[in-house]
């Protein structure tokens, strides 16, 4: 069973960073593309941004692209989300998310596996 842990959420300012961190354990071999997702309270759920296992591939949404930075070390199962000149509009759970797919995928159906979610709040 595949388990998705994430970590570095918190409160900041605006303008301020945060850089979020996703471990994957279980079996081996069991996930490829990650991505980082995010619902703020009243609105669904979105995509922020995937990457390919090779990390060669990403996508950004709109609404981060520029500030937003995801990366992956996979000698460490781990993906990470650097956020930068972060907005109140940013607030929300942000969930980590895997799939066997090796590719960067922008569905959240691709997505077979989720971590808990992680609260970041940004005040103004």
């Known amino acids: 069973q595949v388990q998705l842990v994430e970590s570095g959420g918190g409160v900041v300012q605006a303008g301020d960073s945060l850089r979020l961190s996703c471990v994957a354990s279980?079996?081996?071999?069991?996930?490829?593309?990650m991505g980082w997702f995010r619902q703020a309270p009243g609105k669904e759920r979105e995509l922020v941004a995937s990457i390919s296992w090779t990390g060669g591939t990403t996508y950004y949404s709109d609404s981060v692209k520029g500030r937003f930075t995801i990366s992956r070390d996979n000698a460490k199962n781990t993906e990470y989300l650097q956020m930068r000149s972060l907005q109140p509009e940013d607030t929300a759970v942000y969930y980590c998310?895997?799939?066997?797919?090796?590719?960067?995928?922008?569905?959240?159906?691709?997505?077979?596996?989720w971590g808990q979610g992680t609260q970041v709040t940004v005040s103004s």
């Open positions: 998310a895997a799939t066997q797919s090796y590719g960067a995928p922008v569905r959240e159906s691709a997505f077979e596996y």
């Open positions: 279980g079996p081996s071999r069991s996930v490829y593309g």
